[in-house]
């Protein structure tokens, strides 16, 4: 295919999404470099985030770029090239997400700097979605994640709680403040550890460096929030194990993920690549295939709208703190998260991507009596 056909193409399949390559509409692109679209047709969702991040192409309102780009599913219309599909390969012959992988995501993207995280995040540092439904800020809306998070798995004082994947402490922090529960939070972020722990000092909380198949130890309920994202689909059943494993009896267990519409066994090829190494969604297929037999499903809650807010509050705080964070951030950097945060938002907002809550329970006892929403 020629450098005019790759671009012909290009454009038409933009048009069918009813974006215009040198448009005036804020979800329109301007493309700066005309190699941009042989690098799309070739690479696809990779090559359209690396030229971005090179700045081939800009575009006023990215994240409403994405949202139309995937309601008009371009990415099923456009194949990836040998490198794509041998990546595609290698996560369905290989244990990407195996326990000697298990730190590549903390050392890559949660250790990146946590004056990054302080300037984007809430004053709690929750690096998860939001619950706006009373709210009006970003503050407000983790609160209300947290609170809804301590209701649904019925938190009482002197509860023992353990949290696979814990972040800086923000729900630790939370429950032993509001609800005096003890709790155990692991990490695979060395840093998450050290800024947790000092935000939690005085309190029942521990922050330890561990892997979530380390864990010993039982506890009245076992959560996470947002660990199942780096999950992989060969160790969801072993992920419900450690569970079950680590419950009380008449225990409960929840987690909030992000998840796929369909079952795949990858991730997105930009997002692995520059923002969350061997990263992938669930889908509902796969997670309940993973608690069968061992777990009853008591409630499933969709809060995927939510993330579309909360991503757009992260940008406008990330944007804001950009002026401070640049003597340590290059442009190069500024435009990979920028695109991270607004593609993220767009995916959200096409509903490709939701945000699930579920509450769990053993086989035989009696459902919780909990507040769901």
């Given at each position: ?7 012909i193409?290009v454009?038409g399949?933009l ?8 448009g005036?509409?804020p979800w329109?692109?301007?493309v ?5 679209y042989e ?13 971005y991040?090179?700045?081939w192409?800009?575009?006023?309102a990215?994240d409403e770029?994405i ?5 008009a599913?371009l990415q099923d ?15 369905r012959?290989?244990?990407?997400q195996?326990?000697a992988?298990?730190?590549q995501v903390g050392?890559h993207h ?8 302080e300037?984007m ?8 979605c939001?619950?706006w439904k ?5 503050d407000?809306a ?7 998070v301590c ?8 509860m023992h709680v ?5 972040g800086?402490?923000?729900?630790a922090?939370?429950?032993a403040?509001k609800?005096?529960a003890?709790?155990l939070g692991?990490t695979?972020s060395?840093e998450?550890?050290?800024?947790g722990?000092?935000?939690c000092q ?9 892997d979530?198949r380390e864990v010993?130890?039982?506890?009245d309920a076992?959560i996470?929030?947002?660990?199942m994202?780096?999950?992989g689909?060969k160790?969801?059943?072993?992920y419900?194990?450690?569970?079950d ?5 008449g225990?409960?267990?929840?987690f909030?993920t ?5 079952s795949g066994?990858?991730g997105?090829?930009?997002?692995e690549?520059y923002?969350?190494?061997?990263g ?5 297929a ?5 608690m069968?037999?061992?777990?009853v499903?008591e409630?499933?809650?969709n ?6 807010k909360?991503l ?8 804001q703190?950009w002026p401070e964070l ?17 593609s993220s938002?767009?995916?959200f907002?096409?509903?490709?991507t939701?945000l699930?809550?579920v509450v ?8 919780p009596?909990?507040?769901f929403?």
């Open positions: 295919m020629t450098a005019r056909q790759s671009e193409t454009r399949l048009s069918l999404a009813g974006i215009e390559v040198g005036t509409n329109d692109i301007q700066q470099n005309p190699l941009f690098r799309v047709l070739h690479q696809t969702t990779l090559g359209l985030g690396e030229s991040m090179e700045g192409w800009e575009c006023a990215l770029f949202n139309k780009a995937l309601r599913n219309k456009v194949k990836g090239n040998w490198k794509i599909l041998l990546h595609a390969l290698q996560s012959l290989f244990n990407l195996s326990r992988r298990a730190f050392e949660y250790d990146l700097g946590n004056d990054l995280y300037a995040l809430d004053k709690r540092l929750n690096y998860t939001g619950y009373d709210a009006t800020t970003l407000e983790q609160e209300a994640k947290l609170e809804l209701k649904k798995i019925g938190l009482r004082p002197e353990l949290e696979l994947g814990c800086w402490g923000s729900f922090q939370y429950a403040e609800y005096g003890h709790v692991v695979v060395k998450q550890v050290k800024l722990m000092e935000r005085g309190l029942p909380v521990e922050l330890r460096l561990q979530y010993e130890g039982t506890y076992v996470s929030i947002g660990v994202e780096h999950v689909y160790n969801y059943r072993t419900m194990e450690v569970t494993r680590c419950l009380k009896e225990g409960i267990a929840f909030h992000i998840g796929s519409n369909i066994t990858g997105d090829p930009w997002s690549k923002i969350f190494p061997n992938m969604l669930p889908s509902i796969q997670l309940g295939s993973a069968e037999g061992l777990f499903m409630d499933w809650h809060i995927g709208p939510h993330y579309d909360t757009m509050a992260w940008y406008a705080n990330f944007e703190a640049k003597a340590k951030y290059d442009e190069r950097f500024h435009r990979m998260w920028r695109y991270y945060l607004l938002a767009g995916g907002r096409a509903r490709t939701q699930w809550q769990m329970t053993r086989p035989g006892a009696p459902q009596d909990c507040r929403s």
